[in-house]
């Protein structure tokens, strides 16, 4: 027990104060906690200092939703929650996003915010900052509680770290009261009030018959499929998911953040017939990963109407949310993915040769046309020849951190580069959120020690753009590469009504590299592949901020991406609405 103490002159004989604050601080140290990300003011900004004095590390943002995007994504990468610390009302509610975003991907963070004084806002007074907090925090988080007294702090920080580890990770809301933090308590008593929690994420081990019964399904399959997501890279038991993946023959389908768990050239991964690895799959493991909006809900026509589902996931109440459910393997996925190793009897599960040779002909046939549109290089640059650049760096180096998000960017990204390790693709995730970029750049940079790749679109980059002076302040190995084509989608939209621009339109004729350029990093503005390359290269190698601007035709991209159809559509010819008749 380490509580740093305060002589007070008034106080009697022997007796040593601390306050909230120091509480706070060894509790979160107690617990393994090694980095705070956040943004200060009134009521945290000596929490902070005191968290950097004690040896946490304290990495400060420009905005509490990229610090609490970074919490999220140290969460994701450790296993351990990750920690955003904001100050009351405004800066609370700027960090509530990722709060709830995090709770959305089933990442793990504690959001802690200050709050002002409880009497004045309870009766609503007129207090500085005045806003009940907890209960505008409840709906977006996993869980949220408040710590009253200062012999709380211990309890409130295990039931936060508690909650957001176990069973499905996510968000957990803690609210601090400044009067909290600068209450003072006998240290001999605080030290009492802490308490390390004891194996916050239990494993959990499925049935035997639910075993048995998942593995009588897939033996029964002519044509088996098994879906890995981020739950299962999340999981880190990657020995046991590649051992069943590759005892079996089983076709694989990485969900975007679980490429890299097993490496996207593996012969077995069916991500190149994807389309076609759905439709036609009869039974169908899924392993961390939703039936959600990403897997077209488990329906037809993405999915054979027969399809029959096994689902392995640690939170029960998913099961049967959208597609019945056959066999259910409620469990964590090292201990559901070695139960089923171990209990297969030998040979019981095959992948059918029929099936896998009509995945790997529709496979082949998928990679001659990426090739073939790899291999154009139209003049200015479009998504496919600059990523075919970036590609080819890339491939040489797999420890790289890939971070993700745009429209476009995000969907081409993912198809044209390849991730070779576990836990390196970070991107929009379950919402298909932008501005995630800058806040998971700094956490990979920040936990891993990098070196991290961002691929953005230049409207994804706007939303979390100012944290590249972060990112120049703490000099991360970070490489900002802007797909820039001057808008949201595409930068070509065209107002026929004034002069403003249309709503998708960005500045075409924007130098981002100067943004970087102000706060010390190094700019690069490259027009050809060739350009992108060499820059790339540089940068990544150089292991310091840098920031490419990639200059590409404004005519490129596709309205939303490939979930255009997401778009409600406006009649064509609308009848004009008549004019109110009062
Ligand atoms: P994706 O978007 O990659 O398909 P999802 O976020 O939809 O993945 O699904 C992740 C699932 O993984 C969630 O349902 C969550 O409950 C589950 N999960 C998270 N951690 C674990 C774990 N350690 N063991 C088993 N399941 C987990
Ligand atoms: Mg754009």
Same mark, same amino acid.
């Given at each position: 027990m380490s509580t740093t103490t305060t002589e007070t *002159? +008034?106080? @009697?004989?022997g007796v040593q104060l601390t306050d909230g604050f120091h509480v706070l601080v060894d509790a979160l140290r107690l617990n393994g906690v090694q980095t705070i990300y956040g943004v200060v003011g009134i009521p945290v900004t000596d929490l902070a200092r005191i968290a950097q004095a004690s040896g946490i590390r304290y990495i400060g943002f420009r905005r509490e939703d990229s610090a609490g995007n970074a919490a999220a994504a140290a969460g994701f990468l450790t296993k351990r929650p990750g920690i955003c610390l904001t100050v009351s009302a405004p800066g609370f509610l700027n960090g509530l996003p990722s709060l709830a975003a995090a709770t959305v991907n089933c990442f793990p963070m504690i959001q802690i915010a200050g709050s002002s004084q409880r009497p004045l806002v309870d009766l609503q007074?007129?207090?500085?900052?005045?806003?009940d907090q907890l209960a505008a925090a409840r709906p977006f988080a996993k869980a949220a509680y408040r710590i009253d007294? +200062?012999?709380?702090i211990g309890r409130g920080v295990a039931r936060a770290i508690r909650a957001a580890v176990s069973g499905r990770p996510g968000g957990v809301y803690l609210d601090i009261p400044g009067q909290v933090l600068g209450e003072t308590i006998d240290v001999a008593a605080a030290a009492k009030t802490l308490w390390r929690v004891t194996d916050p994420a239990p494993q959990q081990v499925p049935a035997p018959e639910a075993v048995d019964r998942a593995l009588g399904l897939l033996a029964g399959a002519e044509r088996p499929l098994i879906v890995l997501g981020k739950g299962a890279a999340y999981a880190q038991s990657d020995e046991q998911v590649r051992a069943f993946v590759e005892a079996t023959g089983i076709p694989f389908l990485p969900m975007s953040m679980a490429k890299g768990l097993l490496p996207d050239?593996? *012969?077995?991964? +069916?991500a190149a017939a994807r389309s076609l690895a759905l439709s036609r799959a009869d039974v169908v493991l899924l392993v961390g990963?939703?039936?959600n909006w990403l897997l077209?809900?488990?329906?037809?026509p993405e999915w054979s109407p027969s399809a029959t589902f096994i689902q392995a996931d640690i @939170?029960?109440?998913?099961?049967?949310? &959208?597609? *019945? %459910?056959?066999a259910p393997l409620v469990g964590d996925i090292g201990s559901v993915m070695a139960a089923l190793t171990d209990r297969a009897? $030998?040979?019981q599960i095959t992948a059918p040769a029929g099936w896998r040779a009509e995945l790997d002909a529709r496979k082949d046939h998928n990679a001659a046309a990426m090739r073939a549109r790899l291999a154009e290089d139209p003049s200015p640059m479009r998504f496919f020849n600059a990523l075919r650049a970036v590609r080819d760096v890339l491939a040489g180096r797999p420890d790289v951190y890939l971070v993700n998000e745009g429209a476009n960017s995000l969907d081409i990204t993912r198809d044209v580069i390849g991730m070779q390790?576990?836990? !390196?693709r970070l991107d929009s995730g379950t919402w298909g959120v932008m501005g995630i970029g800058m806040g998971y750049a700094i956490a990979a940079a920040v936990e891993a020690g990098g070196p991290v790749v961002a691929i953005e679109g230049d409207s994804a980059f706007g939303?979390?753009?100012?944290e590249i002076e972060t990112i120049c302040r703490y000099k991360l190995p970070v490489t900002v590469v802007i797909l820039n &084509?001057?808008? %949201?989608?595409?930068?070509? =939209?065209? &107002?026929?009504?004034?002069a403003d621009p249309a $709503?998708?339109?960005?500045? $075409?004729?924007?130098? !981002?590299e100067r943004l970087i350029e102000a706060f010390g990093g190094t700019g690069y503005h490259v027009t050809t592949p060739g350009q992108l390359t060499q820059a790339l290269g540089t940068a990544v190698a150089s292991g310091q901020p840098a920031l490419i601007d990639c200059v590409l035709d404004p005519s490129a991209g596709a309205e939303s =991406? !490939? %979930?255009? &159809?997401l778009n409600p559509q406006p009649l064509a010819n609308p009848a004009p609405i008549p004019a109110p008749s009062r």
């Amino acid at each position: 027990m380490s509580t740093t103490t305060t002589e007070t *002159p +008034a106080a @009697d004989a022997g007796v040593q104060l601390t306050d909230g604050f120091h509480v706070l601080v060894d509790a979160l140290r107690l617990n393994g906690v090694q980095t705070i990300y956040g943004v200060v003011g009134i009521p945290v900004t000596d929490l902070a200092r005191i968290a950097q004095a004690s040896g946490i590390r304290y990495i400060g943002f420009r905005r509490e939703d990229s610090a609490g995007n970074a919490a999220a994504a140290a969460g994701f990468l450790t296993k351990r929650p990750g920690i955003c610390l904001t100050v009351s009302a405004p800066g609370f509610l700027n960090g509530l996003p990722s709060l709830a975003a995090a709770t959305v991907n089933c990442f793990p963070m504690i959001q802690i915010a200050g709050s002002s004084q409880r009497p004045l806002v309870d009766l609503q007074r007129g207090e500085y900052e005045e806003l009940d907090q907890l209960a505008a925090a409840r709906p977006f988080a996993k869980a949220a509680y408040r710590i009253d007294r +200062a012999e709380d702090i211990g309890r409130g920080v295990a039931r936060a770290i508690r909650a957001a580890v176990s069973g499905r990770p996510g968000g957990v809301y803690l609210d601090i009261p400044g009067q909290v933090l600068g209450e003072t308590i006998d240290v001999a008593a605080a030290a009492k009030t802490l308490w390390r929690v004891t194996d916050p994420a239990p494993q959990q081990v499925p049935a035997p018959e639910a075993v048995d019964r998942a593995l009588g399904l897939l033996a029964g399959a002519e044509r088996p499929l098994i879906v890995l997501g981020k739950g299962a890279a999340y999981a880190q038991s990657d020995e046991q998911v590649r051992a069943f993946v590759e005892a079996t023959g089983i076709p694989f389908l990485p969900m975007s953040m679980a490429k890299g768990l097993l490496p996207d050239d593996h *012969p077995q991964s +069916a991500a190149a017939a994807r389309s076609l690895a759905l439709s036609r799959a009869d039974v169908v493991l899924l392993v961390g990963a939703r039936l959600n909006w990403l897997l077209g809900q488990g329906e037809a026509p993405e999915w054979s109407p027969s399809a029959t589902f096994i689902q392995a996931d640690i @939170d029960a109440t998913e099961l049967d949310s &959208n597609q *019945p %459910i056959a066999a259910p393997l409620v469990g964590d996925i090292g201990s559901v993915m070695a139960a089923l190793t171990d209990r297969a009897k $030998p040979g019981q599960i095959t992948a059918p040769a029929g099936w896998r040779a009509e995945l790997d002909a529709r496979k082949d046939h998928n990679a001659a046309a990426m090739r073939a549109r790899l291999a154009e290089d139209p003049s200015p640059m479009r998504f496919f020849n600059a990523l075919r650049a970036v590609r080819d760096v890339l491939a040489g180096r797999p420890d790289v951190y890939l971070v993700n998000e745009g429209a476009n960017s995000l969907d081409i990204t993912r198809d044209v580069i390849g991730m070779q390790v576990p836990r !390196h693709r970070l991107d929009s995730g379950t919402w298909g959120v932008m501005g995630i970029g800058m806040g998971y750049a700094i956490a990979a940079a920040v936990e891993a020690g990098g070196p991290v790749v961002a691929i953005e679109g230049d409207s994804a980059f706007g939303f979390s753009g100012m944290e590249i002076e972060t990112i120049c302040r703490y000099k991360l190995p970070v490489t900002v590469v802007i797909l820039n &084509n001057g808008g %949201i989608y595409r930068g070509d =939209g065209v &107002n026929a009504a004034s002069a403003d621009p249309a $709503p998708t339109v960005l500045d $075409p004729s924007a130098h !981002h590299e100067r943004l970087i350029e102000a706060f010390g990093g190094t700019g690069y503005h490259v027009t050809t592949p060739g350009q992108l390359t060499q820059a790339l290269g540089t940068a990544v190698a150089s292991g310091q901020p840098a920031l490419i601007d990639c200059v590409l035709d404004p005519s490129a991209g596709a309205e939303s =991406g !490939h %979930i255009g &159809n997401l778009n409600p559509q406006p009649l064509a010819n609308p009848a004009p609405i008549p004019a109110p008749s009062r």
